[in-house]
């Protein structure tokens, strides 16, 4: 909206950290988690419950930061919040429904655990 106007609002790096950067970040370290230790049902539900507070901050956050507050139906919205919020809770969803013996994770396939 502000870019077709031709004016942008100011630009506040704290803000923008913390609705863009932090939930990134926090969805690499749980993928990350599975990746070198096993999908748990924990990291699963991690992934859902960060999914859903990415898809939602539109609704939830401005109240907390004015700063952020987007339009609910900007192309920009749906791109860098909706869509990834629901794309990670998906995720989590599926390893959530995985049998316990296909989350194994790379210590599990290297061998140096039991998967009993």
């Known amino acids: ?14 803000w923008y950290l913390g609705m863009m950067i932090a939930p990134a970040v926090a969805v690499a370290i749980v993928l990350v988690y599975q990746w070198n230790m096993r999908i ?18 539109p609704f939830w956050g401005p109240p907390i930061w ?9 192309i920009g919205t749906i791109v860098s919040m909706y869509l990834p919020g629901v794309l990670v809770a998906a995720a989590g969803l599926l ?20 998967t009993s």
């Open 1 to 14: 909206m502000w870019i077709e106007r031709g004016r942008l609002p100011p630009f506040d790096a704290g």
């Open 66 to 74: 004015p700063a952020m507050t987007m339009r609910l139906d900007w």
């Open 95 to 114: 390893q959530f429904r995985l049998p316990t013996g296909e989350r194994p994770g790379r210590r599990y396939r290297a061998g140096v655990a039991s």
């Open 40 to 57: 748990d049902r924990a990291s699963s539900i991690a992934l859902i419950v960060l999914g859903i507070g990415t898809g939602l901050y």
